[in-house]
């Protein structure tokens, strides 16, 4: 790190609040699966801004959306109707299956709409009793970081320092439908199952085969919403459109984010029956930018890209060797190597070291990764990588893997 990378993260830290923990690069500009820092040297982006950028950096065809979008409305709030507001509530309605949109623009604020569209569907709809709705979670989720959300987190970093904590959850193990089960059975007020198809930010924890499948069954059963957080895997990431695409399972609500927006604006959405969000009548939930006319223009190309199928056939086959190689090239350091399509969770071995430290090794070779709760490296490139940029990031993290801890 030289003299101007660290001058402009000095100033950085002197008016910015410390909530994060970058690597120490600063990028000005970015193309496809590379950026540039502030010194000129290119980095591969094995990271896409946790699956933001699943098309990679400036894809031509959302710019060309955004630009033309610049030229004629960027900003209405939902007081008055815009042209574009019902095309996207419909073409991403379309795509998910489901009939109805309720259009937000963050992850977190996409999960605390769920919440308040499920509360709201127990009361109105299945008839619990007023104030006593409860919402199953899972153990080492990662939802956001909201006031509410963060009550049902089992993240002491996320928490501390911040009760005191939302009622009406109830967290149970990941990837155990028997454990939902019996919540159900025993509790009638629970009115959704909250879950990450694939668990993220807790190091890339892919559930057992027929997890989602039971869940849906046992949600159904008890009359109770599958929501599934969708911010993450969504759009391509594990090999299909959804996650829960790979077990042939169709959530009551959807929770979109992150690629959804192109890696261009914040847009995020919740998408299920009609019977469902429609609950969320005049009134009851709103944002000033929600839905606005350019993130819409966006979400609409990003939908176009997704029709195509290409992402999610280059994220199966691409992951494919994204995994194979990681497992039969692992140096002695690593535990398991997690994960699905272009995704992976590099889970090191105890005394191997902190993650960050492999991290920063790696920026030094040019490529960009992050480290989740100190022994996990994750990977997540665009899926419009090239195979020969992928192999070559691959070689990077081996040969990091392989070197003496320091």
């Known amino acids: 790190m030289t003299g101007i990378t660290e001058g402009y993260i000095a100033s950085e830290q002197l008016h910015s609040a410390p909530n994060y923990h970058p690597l120490p690069v600063v990028v000005t500009s970015a193309e496809g699966s590379w950026v540039t820092d502030i010194e000129g040297k290119r980095y591969l982006d094995f990271l896409s801004a946790y699956s933001a950028l699943n098309f990679g950096h400036r894809h031509p065809m959302l710019v060309a959306a955004a630009r033309k979008q610049l030229d004629r409305l960027t900003l209405t709030s939902r007081a008055v109707h815009a042209e574009i507001f019902g095309r996207f509530c419909r073409e991403l309605a379309d795509v998910c299956g489901h009939e109805m949109v309720l259009a937000m623009n963050t992850g977190a604020e996409g999960v605390e709409t769920a919440i308040k569209a499920a509360r709201k569907w127990g009361y109105d709809v299945k008839g619990v009793e007023p104030g006593k709705a409860t919402i199953v979670v899972c153990d080492h989720n990662f939802h956001g970081r909201t006031t509410t959300i963060i009550s049902f987190s089992s993240d002491e970093g996320s928490r501390s320092g911040f009760a005191p904590f939302t009622p009406g959850f109830v967290s149970i193990p990941f990837g155990d439908a028997d454990a939902l089960e019996r919540v159900l059975a025993q509790d009638p007020n629970v009115v959704g199952f909250l879950v990450e198809p ?33 911010i993450q895997t969504g759009f391509g990431r594990t090999g299909a459109t959804f996650a829960c695409d790979r077990e042939g399972v169709k959530p009551d609500l959807l929770i979109l984010g992150k690629a959804l927006g192109g890696g261009i604006m914040p847009l995020s959405a919740i998408v299920g029956s009609r019977e469902v969000v429609g609950v969320m009548t005049a009134g009851t939930h709103g944002s000033t930018f929600g839905g606005n006319p350019l993130a819409c223009a966006v979400g609409i190309a990003v939908l176009e890209l997704v029709r195509t199928g290409e992402f999610q056939e280059r994220s199966r086959v691409l992951g494919e060797h994204l995994h194979a190689r990681l497992r039969a090239e692992a140096p002695e350091v690593v535990a398991e190597v997690r994960g699905v399509g272009l995704w992976a969770g590099i889970v090191l071995k105890p005394g191997a070291g902190p993650a960050r430290g492999y991290c920063e090794r790696l920026l030094g070779r040019g490529v960009i990764v992050k480290d989740t709760h100190a022994t996990t490296i994750r990977l997540a490139p665009p899926l419009s990588i090239s195979k020969e940029d992928l192999d070559f990031a691959i070689d990077q993290v081996i040969a990091v893997l392989a070197e003496p801890a320091g």
Request: charged share 25%; aromatic share 4%.
């Open 198 to 230: 694939v668990q993220g930010e807790a190091g890339v924890i892919v559930p057992p085969d027929g997890y989602l499948r039971a869940v849906r069954d046992v949600c159904t059963r008890h009359d109770v919403l599958m929501i599934a957080d969708e």
